[in-house]
């Protein structure tokens, strides 16, 4: 069982930047792939970004390609999520989610992640 939690949140306005963290319980963590999703009012959760256990390998939506960057630092069992430029589009709850299938590499569906975050508000004023 690993819980996780997420932090940095907040208001911005556009073009300004947040830096989210997502804190883990457990060292197994270590071992997963971890991914942020996002989930805005009335619509369904997104892929945003994924990164692989060993923090070599990356993997961004599109949208966020060139804006965001996911990072990790497994000595202190957290993954963060950059965000500059934000869009007032980028307004969502952001997720931290677990995966543990590791083995098949980088996924971005959200059903392929076991373990998920409380989530933290992020909100971009235009």
């Known amino acids: 069982q690993v819980q996780l939690v997420e932090s940095g949140g907040g208001l911005v306005q556009a073009g300004g930047s947040l830096r989210l963290s997502c804190a883990a319980s457990?060292?197994?963590?270590?071992?997963?792939?971890i991914g942020w999703f996002r989930q805005a009012p009335g619509k369904g959760r997104e892929f945003v970004a994924t990164?692989?256990?060993?923090?070599?390998?990356?993997y961004y939506a599109d949208s966020v390609k060139g804006r965001f960057t996911i990072s990790r630092d497994n000595a202190k069992n957290t993954v963060y999520l950059q965000m500059n430029s934000l869009k007032p589009e980028d307004t969502a709850v952001y997720y931290c989610?677990?995966?543990?299938?590791?083995?098949?590499?980088?996924?971005?569906?959200?059903?392929?992640?076991?373990?998920w975050g409380q989530g933290t508000q992020v909100t971009v004023s235009s």
């Open positions: 990164i692989s256990w060993t923090g070599g390998t990356t």
């Open positions: 457990a060292r197994t963590f270590t071992r997963y792939n």
């Open positions: 989610a677990a995966d543990t299938g590791a083995g098949y590499g980088l996924r971005k569906g959200a059903s392929e992640y076991e373990y």
